[in-house]
Antibody, heavy 123, light 108 residues
Framework: QLQLQGSGPGLVYPSETLSLTCTVPGVSISRSSYYWGWIRQPPGKGPEWIGSISSSGSTYYKSSLKSRVIITVDTSKNQFSLKVNSVTAADTALYYC???????????????WGQGTLVTVSS | EIVMTQSPATLSMSPGERATLSCRAS??????LAWYQQKPGQAPRLLIYGASTRATGIPARFSGSGSGTEFALTISSLQSEDFAVYYC??????????FGGGTKVEIK
């Protein structure tokens, strides 16, 4: 059973940078058919896709967040990471690291989710 | 961005009843529609993909239908463990995934 383990600070000050890392133990994230991504969920609301990255480093971001978001991958550590800069209270949410299919037919189906990391933006 | 709209926001049902949840896409997504179930304190779980294909281990009482812009998730006979929030998600443009706002199925 694949596990995704997200980690990072639970409190970020306004205007600063949110940084989270997801580790995938026991499975090589280099497998080319999958993408690794971040989805957030504000309290009481639906999930919002932030962006995804392939094992080779190709990235795709939600258009409204693109100017503030960077997703990177470190296959040697079996980790991928999220940075969101210039955060505001609107970035307060439960942040999930996820795996989704990257094939033509099934691309975008999210089959594994991490446990979620609650990030609060507040002074 | 494709906007996904779910209705109703809340469905009050009794165990054993049949529940039908709706999802509408702002533009056609073919059959590239998935449904997820989320229980309190848990991450969403994949139920249905391809609009109508059940994911591994999902009971047959869950079924999905639709294509284009109109979709439905039906739970044929609600069990106690089915009371949860359900989300639809389009992946027709999987470089810009989007989710609906959810339907909460609660005990009447």
């Amino acid at each position: 059973q694949l596990q995704l383990q997200g980690s990072g600070p639970g409190l970020v000050y306004p205007s600063e940078t949110l940084s989270l890392t997801c580790t995938v133990p026991g499975v090589s994230i280099s497998r080319s058919s999958y993408y690794w991504g971040w989805i957030r969920q504000p309290p009481g609301k639906g999930p919002e896709w932030i962006g995804s990255i392939s094992s080779s480093g190709s990235t795709y971001y939600k258009s409204s967040l693109k100017s503030r978001v960077i997703i990177t991958v470190d296959t040697s550590k079996n980790q991928f990471s999220l940075k969101v800069n210039s955060v505001t209270a609107a970035d307060t949410a439960l942040y999930y690291c996820v795996r989704h299919d990257g094939t033509v037919i099934r691309g975008g189906i999210v089959d594994y989710w991490g446990q979620g990391t609650l990030v609060t933006v507040s002074s | 961005e494709i906007v996904m709209t779910q209705s109703p926001a809340t469905l009050s049902m009794s165990p054993g009843e049949r529940a039908t949840l709706s999802c509408r896409a702002s533009q056609g997504v073919s059959s590239k529609l998935a449904w997820y179930q989320q229980k309190p304190g848990q991450a969403p779980r994949l139920l249905i993909y391809g609009a109508s294909t059940r994911a591994t281990g999902i009971p047959a009482r869950f079924s999905g239908s639709g294509s284009g812009t109109e979709f439905a998730l039906t739970i044929s006979s609600l069990q106690s463990e089915d009371f949860a929030v359900y989300y639809c998600q389009q992946y027709n443009n999987w470089f810009a995934l989007s989710f609906g706002g959810g339907t909460k199925v609660e005990i009447k």
